[in-house]
């Protein structure tokens, strides 16, 4: 199946500074990605779609001025947390919808493996 | 507003055991997916349910999909150790779409001797 990457796996922070956490679609083409939240024990829960060319669409309460995504390329999203908090510590996980199967009409989102935020 | 919703969110079983997690969604998505999460990790797919009546098996788990009743069913047949972990269940948040994901709260499975 597809692969999606991203990194760093982890980060330890200062308050204060920003983050940047890549997501990258290895052996195919993205021109959307998804960003998720998970708080410890909790459910993932959809941040953002991040859109190859145009701007990112941001999910209802989530800041688009402190979380900026940028899609440089057709397999490369960025998430950068800006002036981090300790409250944005998360895991923090990227997907990327490809077919399920070659000449598959249906798409399939694939997971990266997360990067775990901790704001000091 | 979709909601996915599971039942139980925590669950403990013997092993050899069977018991069966459920998955009520409010949208008209004839998807369903299901994952699974171990702590620290990503989440592994584990059945992509596309259409109604769809019945999918691996190993010791079983998967269904009634969309008219909007509920999916996860079955556990003699459950093992290495089953530990946490289930989520998710729809297309645009329907049938293929793109984002709306997720249960999860099921937190504990398998014991």
């Known amino acids: 199946g597809a692969v999606v990457s991203q990194h760093p796996s982890w980060v330890i922070c200062k308050s204060g500074t920003s983050v940047k956490i890549e997501c990258r679609s290895l052996?195919?083409?993205?021109?959307?990605m998804f960003w998720y939240r998970q708080f410890p024990k909790q459910s993932l829960m959809l941040m953002a779609t991040?859109?190859?060319?145009?701007?990112?669409?941001?999910e209802q309460g989530v800041e688009k001025d402190k979380f900026l995504i940028n899609h440089a390329s057709l397999t490369l999203s960025t998430l950068t947390v800006t002036s981090a908090h300790p409250e944005d510590s998360s895991f923090y996980i990227c997907?990327?919808?490809?077919?399920?199967?070659?000449?598959?009409?249906?798409?399939?989102?694939?997971f990266g493996p997360g990067t775990r935020l901790t704001v000091l | 507003e979709l909601k996915v919703e599971q039942n139980p969110l925590f669950l403990s079983m013997q092993e050899g055991k069977n018991y069966t997690i459920y998955c009520n969604y409010s949208?008209?998505?004839?998807?369903l997916y299901w994952y699974r999460q171990d702590p620290g990790k990503s989440l592994e797919s584990l059945f992509v349910?596309?259409?109604?009546?769809a019945v999918k098996q691996e190993g010791r788990l079983m998967a269904s999909l009634d969309t008219k009743a909007r509920l999916s069913t996860l079955h556990i047949t003699a459950a093992v150790h290495d089953l530990s972990a946490t289930y989520f269940c998710?729809?297309?948040?645009?329907?049938?779409?293929?793109?984002?994901?709306?997720f249960g709260k999860g099921t937190s499975l504990l398998v014991t001797p």
């Open positions: 052996d195919f083409q993205a021109t959307t």
């Open positions: 998710a729809v297309d948040i645009i329907a049938n779409s293929g793109y984002a994901l709306n």
């Open positions: 349910l596309l259409s109604n009546g």
């Open positions: 949208t008209t998505s004839d998807r």
């Open positions: 997907s990327a919808p490809a077919p399920l199967a070659e000449f598959s009409s249906y798409n399939e989102q694939f």
């Open positions: 991040s859109n190859e060319g145009s701007k990112a669409t941001y």
